[in-house]
């Protein structure tokens, strides 16, 4: 059984970097073909795709947000993290992070982390 637990602050002040840790246990994130996302939903909006990092440490991101976001991992840790720089309260949201295969879907998750960012 695979597990993801998400961690960091809750609270960010504004134009600061907001950085989130996945561990990730039961599963290594380097098995082939799996990608291990952070996906994100506002307050009454739905979920928002930020960006992932694949089996192989390869990125990809949301063009919206490629410009100020960064994902990397651990793998001696077994952990992927975000960062977000220059936050607005705009990107006050619960944060997760998940797992899905190549050419599949989601299979797990994490139970998401409530972050806000102050002004």
């Known amino acids: 059984q695979v597990q993801l637990q998400e961690s960091g602050p809750g609270l960010v002040k504004a134009s600061q970097t907001l950085s989130l840790t996945c561990t990730v246990s039961?599963?290594?994130?380097?098995?082939?073909?799996?990608?291990w996302s952070w996906i994100r939903q506002p307050p009454g909006k739905g979920l928002e795709w930020m960006g992932a990092?694949?089996?192989?440490?390869?990125?990809y991101y949301s063009p919206s947000l490629k410009s100020h976001t960064s994902i990397s991992r651990d793998t001696s840790k077994n952990q992927f993290s975000l960062q977000l720089s220059s936050v607005t309260p705009e990107d006050t949201a619960v944060y997760y992070c998940?797992?899905?295969?190549?050419?599949?879907?989601?299979?797990?998750w994490g139970q998401g982390t409530q972050v806000t960012v102050s002004s």
């Open positions: 990092i694949a089996y192989d440490g390869s990125t």
């Open positions: 998940a797992r899905v295969k190549y050419n599949s879907w989601y299979d797990y």
């Open positions: 039961g599963g290594s994130i380097t098995t082939s073909y799996y990608y």
